[in-house]
């Protein structure tokens, strides 16, 4: 049969990025506590395209994932399934993505109630010029208390979700945990959110977030102050959006740095 894909295109325009997004596929993290969670995740793949091919050839991304997926029992190796899609399409460079949900049993301050707590979790893999770049993310919700607000006010202050997104990349011979990464972001909010909580609980986040506020901006520098000090990450980003509760827009900040 012809192969239409592979036929000359006369435009002379080389795409940066084609392929495929949107697919599900099931995936095996591997947890802190040497267990397992499998996940639901989406995945999004592409590769370049030489000015000289008409298209590329969706099906062989499903190929390889599929291949892949079956052949490594805790998820994907991402640089190993990235390196047979580009030589299987003919390609210089590609991106591998998957995002996901991950779940954390998380125990009430004071009830010590557990429940779960699901985090939105990406992992991307990236090839360019032969060099291969890891990236980790998670998107972590926390409480902020205006400190003008209570600064200002004889009585109350006014609070608000904040969430905190946050993408690494390091060196994966030294492991960085979905779940210390969690734990590192949601410190440096005014107090934690939680699944779960009795009347005790309500009354130590309330009053916690009280002693602690914070502006969208300590949130930033504090997090952003935790990962320079760790070694092991050689690159960030971080962004902090607080859906205000007494305003109709949102406070937002945002840095990104490399070391």
């Not at 012809?2 to 993290?29: A, E, F, M």
């Not at 299987?88 to 301050?109: H, R, V």
């Not at 492991?175 to 734990?183: H, S």
């Amino acid at each position: 049969m012809k192969d239409v894909q592979s036929s000359h295109d006369t435009r002379n325009i080389d795409i940066q990025k084609v392929g495929i997004k949107h697919l599900d596929l099931p995936l095996i993290i591997q947890r802190k506590n040497s267990s397992n969670q499998v996940v639901s995740a989406k995945a999004k793949v592409s590769v370049s395209l030489p000015r000289s091919y008409k298209g590329t050839h969706m099906s062989r991304f499903v190929e390889v994932l599929t291949k892949w997926h079956k052949k490594h029992l805790l998820g994907i190796d991402i640089k190993g399934c990235l390196d047979e899609i580009i030589h299987k399409l003919n390609a210089t460079s590609g991106e591998l993505e998957f995002k996901f949900k991950y779940f954390i049993d998380k125990e009430a301050p004071v009830s010590g109630n557990t429940s779960f707590m699901g985090y939105d979790c990406m992992f991307r893999g990236i090839i360019q010029d032969n060099d291969y770049k890891f990236i980790l993310g998670v998107q972590v919700p926390v409480t902020t208390l205006c400190p003008c607000s209570k600064e200002i006010s004889e009585n109350g202050a006014h609070n608000q979700r904040t969430l905190i997104s946050v993408k690494i990349s390091y060196d994966e011979s030294n492991q960085i945990w979905i779940e210390d990464l969690i734990k590192d972001i949601e410190e440096c909010g005014s107090c934690e959110v939680y699944s779960l909580l009795k009347r005790s609980d309500e009354k130590h986040v309330t009053e916690q977030a009280w002693k602690n506020p914070k502006f969208v901006e300590d949130v930033l520098r504090d997090i952003v102050l935790k990962l320079r000090a760790n070694n092991n990450i050689t690159s960030f980003e971080v962004e902090c959006e607080s859906f205000e509760s007494i305003h109709n827009h949102s406070a937002w900040a945002y840095q990104k740095e490399e070391k």
